[in-house]
């Protein structure tokens, strides 16, 4: 039987003047709605107790499983408001497929398709006014403010118990935050530290899972990158250290003058991107031919200092897509495109945003409309 997700109203919600307060500024993953939607699986009974209640702290036992085994995954996607007025989700079903093979993947309990969509929508309804409005401009207009409401649904073993086993008490929630743009500069080329020190995932591993612990093992990375003057780290696989996988949060994509999209290949792991997928999809209408294959971190030095590597991006659905205007490893600096954002990763930037904001025709039937 499909769950529902009965509003549980927050007697004490914010009141409108900090809500606009917050709307007109507010930043990445910083402030959150009024309300959350949880569920409850236990092996006994499975899905149960669902329902949107009001944003709060969750009580946990010191033994609670995923504070000491990390048996825990998460998803994220964003509502964008329409100048109609109406509120749209991009491609959840990916996400909700997503989750569903993470789940697997750290043996937690799977939510269907139906139930994940459910969530994410009743949480959307009951926040209705926290959907910062639609950016100014008409169709093909650039986007100026890029705001959105970012979902955040996640689950976690909440079974209390020390022990090396899948859990049979699990927890499922939704949570919202406004978001402004992800990077507070604005869009400009980011530059890139090629570790070869550090390993994301390795092969039989749960590279291919959103889990939080693939994200903590990119931190020390991250700051190896910091410390060599870099925005973000880009990964080498584990066997060879010698082929690109991925950035500590997002796919990669080279545009070659021989007018290929390439990405590297899924193989395990490496996070299968539902930004990744749109793109791969667009390539074609803009005279691309799309590549996945494994990408060979020579190959894409040599290809940058060439020139056969005319741009270089990075994309997930937080950021959408960055351009990379500058690599380094340890044989030095290696600038792409003149280290600025190519028109192709801006022209594919703008169809993206202009399909989720609603200024541009949806070809492929990836919205879906919430309100």
């Known amino acids: 039987m499909s769950l529902q997700f009965e509003l549980r109203a927050n007697p004490n919600p914010r009141t409108e003047a900090e809500r606009e ?51 825990e995954i998460f998803e994220g ?34 939510l269907s398709t139906e139930d994940f969509l459910a969530s994410i929508d009743a949480l959307v309804a009951a926040d209705r ?69 550090y390993t994301r995932a390795a092969p039989g591993g749960m590279g291919a899972a959103k889990t939080g612990g693939n994200y903590a093992a990119s931190l020390v990375a991250q700051q190896e990158a910091a410390a060599h003057g870099c925005d973000q780290v880009m990964f080498a696989d584990a066997a060879e ?14 545009v070659t003058t021989d007018g290929e999209l390439i990405t ?14 749109s793109i791969l999809t667009l390539a074609t209408e803009f005279g691309l031919t799309p590549v996945e294959r494994r990408v060979g971190l020579q190959e894409l030095i040599e290809g940058v200092d060439s020139g056969w590597v005319a741009e270089l991006f990075a994309c ?10 500058v690599l380094k490893d340890a044989s030095g600096t290696h600038t792409v495109g003149g280290g600025q954002t ?14 989720q904001y609603g200024r541009a025709e949806d070809r492929h039937g990836w919205l879906r409309r919430v309100l």
Not at 38 to 52: M, Q, R
């Open 241 to 254: 250290h010698a082929f690109v996988e991925e950035l500590g949060g997002m796919n990669v994509y080279l």
């Open 77 to 110: 996607l964003k509502a964008y408001q329409h100048a109609d007025g109406s509120v749209h989700l991009f491609r959840p079903d990916q996400n909700a497929a997503r989750m569903a093979r993470s789940a697997e993947r750290l043996a937690l309990p799977v």
């Open 129 to 197: 006014a926290w959907v910062p409005s639609a950016p100014a401009g008409g169709a093909g207009a650039p986007v100026q403010n890029e705001q959105s409401l970012y979902l955040r649904p996640f689950m976690f073993a909440s079974e209390a118990f020390l022990g090396v086993r899948p859990a049979q008490r699990v927890t499922y929630c939704v949570i919202a935050s406004p978001a402004g743009a992800y990077f507070a500069r604005g869009v400009h080329p980011v530059s890139i530290w090629v570790s070869t020190t």
């Open 21 to 71: 307060a917050v709307l007109a500024d507010p930043g990445f993953g910083l402030s959150f709605t009024d309300h959350m939607a949880v569920a409850t699986w236990t092996a006994a009974d499975g899905w149960h107790d669902s329902a949107v209640v009001p944003y709060g702290p969750f009580s946990l036992d010191p033994a609670t499983a995923v504070l000491h085994y990390a048996q």
């Open 342 to 355: 190519g028109e192709t990763t801006a022209a594919l930037r703008k169809n993206l945003l202009d399909v």
């Open 264 to 277: 590297p290949e899924l193989n395990g792991s490496i996070l299968e991107g539902v930004t990744r997928d």
């Open 316 to 325: 997930g659905t937080a950021a959408v897509v960055t351009p990379i205007g």
